[in-house]
């Protein structure tokens, strides 16, 4: 081979190496974004069967118009999983007309979702990628 099929060969290998580094990392990316993504659609999930638990009367199983009934096994009263595919899902506080939820993935610990409720509306929804979500101790 001569000197330039060899410097031909090299930078061929270079520009796939290159490829293949850069698809492998847009794939990583993509995948902590759907993460986020399903976690954050169960979340606001847990938000709405929240929101219906709260407005039933106490008579029926409900929360008579507050949250607080939650902030101890919430996930459980609302007969939800907290273990959900891509992660764990958790009331972390509950008062009488605040909520929020947050959850964190299991395969990329440093992604995580928040949903704040104030009322019977979501007043704001957080992601990060991270780790500055994460589940209070």
């Given at each position: ?13 270079f520009i796939v190496g290159m490829a293949v580094f ?85 395969h990329y610990e440093e992604v995580g979702v928040r ?23």
């Open positions: 081979m001569g000197q330039q099929q060899m410097l031909l060969l090299v930078f061929g290998m850069y698809g492998i990392d847009l794939l990583e990316n993509r995948t902590r974004r759907l993460h986020a993504d399903l976690l954050m659609s169960y979340a606001v999930q847990v938000s709405s069967q929240a929101t219906i638990w709260r407005s039933k009367g106490s008579p029926f199983l409900g929360g008579g118009g507050s949250y607080e009934n939650l902030n101890i096994d919430g996930m459980d009263i609302l007969a939800l999983d907290e273990e959900w595919p891509p992660g764990v899902v958790k009331i972390t506080y509950a008062s009488r007309d605040s909520l929020v939820i947050t959850a964190v993935s299991n949903v704040h409720v104030s009322g019977i509306h979501i007043k704001r929804t957080s992601t990060a990628f991270d780790g500055s979500i994460y589940f209070p101790q």
